[in-house]
């Protein structure tokens, strides 16, 4: 079991900028991959950005260059920076951690964007 507990959510007016923290239970060295997702209401789940054991990242095209996703081992901790954020960029993020055989989810924090 790994428990995943996101923070750093809040309101924001455009342009502004925030780092989401998600803080793993146990260590996340040997994890696969760990994940932002985002959803926005009346909308799906959508993945956001990505990070795996290799260090290596990718992100969803509407973020490139804006988001940052990086992880801290030693904190079994991995972050968000979202700079010149936009009020679609309005979404509850979910941290996600996949090991290889299992997927585990935290609870969400609300990012509001203000225009």
């Known amino acids: 079991q790994v428990q995943l507990v996101e923070s750093g959510g809040g309101l924001v007016q455009a342009g502004g900028s925030l780092r989401l923290s998600c803080a793993a239970s146990?260590?996340?060295?040997?994890?696969?991959?760990m994940g932002w997702y985002r959803q926005a209401p009346g909308k799906q789940r959508e993945l956001v950005a990505a990070?795996?054991?290799?260090?290596?990242?990718n992100y969803t095209d509407s973020v490139k260059g804006r988001f940052t996703i990086s992880r801290d081992n030693a904190k079994n901790t991995v972050y968000l920076q979202m700079n010149s954020l936009k009020p679609e960029d309005t979404a509850v993020y979910y941290c996600?951690?996949?090991?290889?055989?299992?997927?585990?989810w935290g609870q969400g924090t609300q990012v509001t964007v203000s225009s």
């Open positions: 146990r260590s996340i060295i040997s994890f696969f991959s």
């Open positions: 990070i795996r054991s290799g260090g290596s990242t």
């Open positions: 996600n951690s996949f090991t290889g055989f299992q997927s585990y």
